[in-house]
Structure formats: C-alpha cells, structure tokens
C-alpha cells in the first residue's frame, strides 16, 4: 500500500511538471511590451514560441505594421500592435512621439465666432478689426497667429515664423510627424489633418514671411486642395519652402 500510494504521488508529480513545461513551451511572448519611437523610425517585432504570425496595428495613421513584424512610424500618437498566432493574441503599445513640441497650433474649429477663439487663445492680442485677429507669437519660432472671419465664423488661420537657419527642418518635421503630407505646387507644400477636414498650406506670404494657412477645403478634389484661400495676400516662390519640399520628397 505504501509503495502504490509512493507510485502515485511521484506520477502525480511528473504529470505536474510535463504539463507545466508544456504551457511554458507553447506561450507565446513578444520581444517587447512598449515601444517609443520618432515619427521617422521603426522598430523589429518579433514573437516567440510561435509559428505563422499575423500583424496589425490599430492606428495606421500612427504607424504601420508588415508580415514580418517591422513596425514603421509614421504620425506622432499610440497604436496598440496585435500578434496572432495558433488562435492567440499577444500585444504590444508603440508611442510615436514629436520632435518638435514649442510650436503651438491655431485653432481651426471652423464656424467659430470671434469671442469663442478669443476664448482659447492663450497668446497675446495684437490687433482687432470686424474680419480678424491678430495675435503675437509665443515662443522663439513663432511670429504671429492670424485668424480670418467671414460672415462672424472663423474660415482659416495663419501661423507665421521667425526666420533662422533650421526653419525648413522644422517645419517639415512639425507637419510630418503630425499630418499626412498632401503635396506641392511651385511655391506651396500642403498637409492634410487624419479627418481629411483641415488642410495646412505652408508659402512665403507676401510682406508676412514664412507662414502655415490652416483652411477647411471647398471641396474633396485635389485642385482646391492644393490652393490657398482667397484671404491669403499674393504669394512668391521661396527657398525655405523648396527646401521643406525636399526634405519631405526623400
């Protein structure tokens, strides 16, 4: 009797210890839980313990996956990476952050009357009139924050930029890691917002220098896409801008 009761608690404990090496054999575990990176980079996942393994990321605005793990950033934000295997999933979080982060946008919320960005904007008032708005710049980049009112609804917004040497750099790392890049005519490049509501179209501005125009387009065809609005004074071909334009067209 002692010798079968002996028999079944060492059986007992082997099947323990098989049934334990074979969970720990078959779990599934990702190279890594969470991942920061800039708008311009990747990163190689990888998932071990695992056969055939399908990717995806649930914000490709933020960043995209391929069939071999490389995660390519590409819009600051956070997207959640889900590795599927024999039926299972494991995930991971990847953060995609900015590079430039002293720059701060105007506000585009369309429609909006005077007093309501007079409300949100932080900077300090320059001028007043019955159309727009005329901000002082925050910060050592920044020059001036303008805003255009037709019938008492905003309808667009123009951030304008002291001029130095890394301008171009800047302002194509700003829009890049944070809108779609759209394309260029002769003398303008053009962003697009996530929602397709917004598009930013950064010139030489007539006796303003270097600007970003913020408009809600007209319509969803690319010619008035890439045009700007008509409260925009006449603009002129610039090097800053050609340089923005190569930097982006890599």
Same mark, same amino acid.
């Given at each position: 009797?002692?010798?079968?009761?002996?028999? +079944?608690?060492?059986?007992?404990v082997?099947?323990l210890?098989?049934?334990?090496?074979?969970?720990?054999?078959?779990?599934? $575990?990702?190279?890594?839980? @969470?991942?920061?990176? +800039?708008?311009?980079?990747?990163?190689?996942?990888?998932?071990?313990?695992?056969?055939?393994?399908?990717?995806?990321s649930?914000?490709?605005?933020?960043?995209?996956?391929?069939?071999s793990?490389?995660?390519?950033?590409?819009?600051?934000?956070e997207?959640?990476?889900?590795?599927?295997?024999?039926?299972?999933?494991?995930?991971?979080?990847?953060?995609?952050e900015?590079?430039?982060?002293?720059?701060?946008?105007?506000?585009?919320?369309?429609?909006?009357?005077?007093?309501?960005?007079?409300? !949100?904007? +932080?900077?300090?008032?320059?001028? @007043?009139?019955?159309?727009?708005? !005329?901000?002082?710049?925050? *910060?050592?980049k920044?020059? @001036?924050v303008?805003?255009?009112?037709?019938? *008492?609804?905003?309808?667009?917004?123009?951030?304008?930029?002291?001029?130095?040497?890394?301008l171009?750099?800047?302002?194509?790392?700003?829009?890049?890691?944070?809108?779609?890049?759209?394309?260029?005519?002769?003398?303008?490049?053009?962003?697009?917002?996530?929602? @397709?509501?917004?598009?930013? *179209?950064?010139?030489?501005?007539?006796?303003?220098?270097?600007?970003?125009?913020?408009?809600?387009?007209?319509?969803?065809?690319r010619?008035?896409k890439?045009?700007?609005?008509?409260?925009?004074?006449?603009? +002129?071909?610039?090097?800053? $801008?050609?340089s923005?334009?190569d930097? !982006?067209?890599?």
């Amino acid at each position: 009797m002692k010798y079968n009761l002996q028999f +079944k608690a060492l059986a007992l404990v082997a099947l323990l210890f098989i049934g334990c090496s074979k969970s720990e054999e078959t779990t599934s $575990v990702i190279n890594q839980s @969470e991942v920061k990176l +800039k708008f311009d980079q990747e990163f190689a996942f990888a998932l071990s313990n695992a056969g055939s393994v399908q990717w995806a990321s649930s914000d490709p605005f933020v960043g995209t996956i391929d069939n071999s793990g490389k995660f390519t950033a590409q819009h600051i934000g956070e997207t959640t990476i889900t590795a599927t295997s024999s039926g299972r999933n494991v995930t991971a979080k990847v953060i995609v952050e900015p590079y430039i982060t002293d720059i701060v946008e105007p506000h585009f919320n369309y429609g909006a009357n005077k007093n309501a960005i007079k409300t !949100l904007e +932080k900077r300090n008032l320059k001028n @007043e009139s019955s159309t727009d708005l !005329l901000y002082q710049g925050q *910060g050592q980049k920044e020059n @001036e924050v303008y805003y255009s009112f037709s019938g *008492g609804s905003l309808d667009g917004s123009i951030l304008t930029f002291r001029s130095y040497s890394s301008l171009a750099t800047d302002l194509a790392r700003f829009y890049g890691e944070r809108y779609n890049y759209y394309g260029s005519t002769d003398d303008a490049v053009f962003f697009e917002s996530k929602d @397709e509501k917004t598009v930013i *179209g950064i010139s030489a501005l007539a006796s303003i220098g270097i600007g970003a125009v913020y408009i809600r387009p007209s319509s969803s065809s690319r010619s008035s896409k890439l045009k700007m609005p008509e409260f925009v004074e006449k603009i +002129k071909s610039d090097q800053t $801008v050609l340089s923005i334009i190569d930097i !982006l067209e890599k």
